[in-house]
C-alpha cells in the first residue's frame, strides 16, 4: 500500500490527532491530508486506489453537520477505509453506523471502525470534561488499532466486509437548534485576528469589536480553547452538567470486518 488518505473535520484537533496516529500506523509511502475543517475542496475529491482513514467528531450523537456537508464532496472508488468518531465522554450513539453509511454512499469501503474519546468542547479549566484526552492511552490503543486494520484490510480482497457496529437506523433525532455562540472579553481580547482564523464556518468577523454570527457557529469552542489571551467566553449549564454526569473514564470501542 503506497498512498494513504487522512479525512478529517477537526476544530479542537481531537480527531485530526486520532487519524494522524493511525495513518501513521499504516506505514504508507506518501500520506495525502484533506483537512475539511476550515471549508469545502475547492474540485470534488477524487480518490482512487490506496486506503483511508476518516475521522469526525460527534455533535449530540450524530456526526457534525458541517463535516457531513463537506465530506459530501468527496468521492472514491472502491478505497478501503478506516472510519472513525471522536466524542466528549457521553456517547456516541448513532453517529458510527452514520459514518459508515456516509462513508459508503461516498465510495468508499469501511473495513474497520472505531470510537475515541476527546475533550469536549465544552470542557473548562476545572470542569473538566475528558479533559487532556485523547491521552497517551489513546494513542497507543489507536497505534494499534491501526495495525490490525491494515492487517483486516490487507487479506480482505474483492468480497465486501460484512462491519457490525454499535448504533441504531434510523439515526437519533437531532435536537432543535439553539443558536449560541462565545462572547469576546473586550477588556482582554487585543483583536489579534486568531479566533477569525481557527472558526470552521466563519463565524466570526472584526469590526469596531469581535462580532459572531450565532446563527452560523456550531459552538465547537476552538476560539475558546486556542485564544491566547482568555479572551473568548462560552458558558452553557451543559458544562456542569457533562462535568458531574459523565466524569467516569470510558475507553475506545472497535470494530473489525468479518
Not at 467528531?57 to 471522536?86: L, S
Not at 479533559?131 to 480482505?156: C, V
Not at 472584526?206 to 450565532?214: E, F, I, K
Request: charged letters at 25%.
Amino acid at each position: 500500500m503506497k498512498t494513504v488518505y487522512t479525512i478529517f473535520f477537526s476544530p479542537t484537533h481531537t480527531s485530526q490527532i486520532i487519524a494522524d496516529v493511525i495513518a501513521e500506523s499504516l506505514e504508507a509511502e506518501n500520506e495525502i491530508q484533506i483537512d475539511l475543517t476550515h471549508g469545502i475542496p475547492e474540485n470534488k475529491e477524487k480518490i482512487n486506489g490506496g486506503w483511508a482513514v476518516i475521522a469526525f467528531p460527534v455533535y449530540g450523537g450524530r456526526i457534525a453537520e458541517t463535516a457531513v456537508e463537506r465530506f459530501k464532496q468527496i468521492r472514491a472508488n472502491g478505497t478501503k477505509a478506516i472510519i472513525c468518531v471522536v466524542y466528549g465522554n457521553r456517547d456516541y450513539d448513532d453517529a458510527l453506523v452514520e459514518l459508515q453509511d456516509l462513508a459508503t454512499a461516498q465510495g468508499f469501503i469501511p473495513v474497520t471502525a472505531g470510537a475515541f474519546i476527546g475533550e469536549h468542547s465544552y470542557s473548562r479549566p476545572g470542569r473538566g470534561i475528558a479533559e487532556n484526552r485523547p491521552d497517551k492511552n489513546d494513542i497507543d490503543i489507536a497505534f494499534s488499532f491501526g495495525e490490525k486494520s491494515a492487517k483486516k484490510m490487507t487479506e480482505l480482497q474483492d468480497i465486501p466486509p460484512v462491519l457490525l457496529i454499535k448504533g441504531q437506523r434510523p439515526y437519533k433525532e437531532k435536537g432543535p437548534k439553539t443558536p449560541q455562540a462565545p462572547i469576546t472579553n473586550e477588556a482582554l481580547c487585543t483583536q489579534c485576528g486568531h479566533c477569525i482564523d481557527l472558526c470552521p464556518t466563519y463565524a466570526i468577523s472584526l469590526g469596531d469589536a469581535l462580532v459572531t454570527d450565532a446563527n452560523t457557529c456550531i459552538k465547537c469552542c476552538a476560539c475558546v480553547k486556542e485564544c491566547p489571551n482568555e479572551a473568548r467566553i462560552f458558558e452553557t449549564p451543559y458544562t456542569d452538567l457533562l462535568h458531574s454526569k459523565c466524569n467516569e473514564r470510558r475507553e475506545p470501542e472497535l470494530f473489525y470486518a468479518q
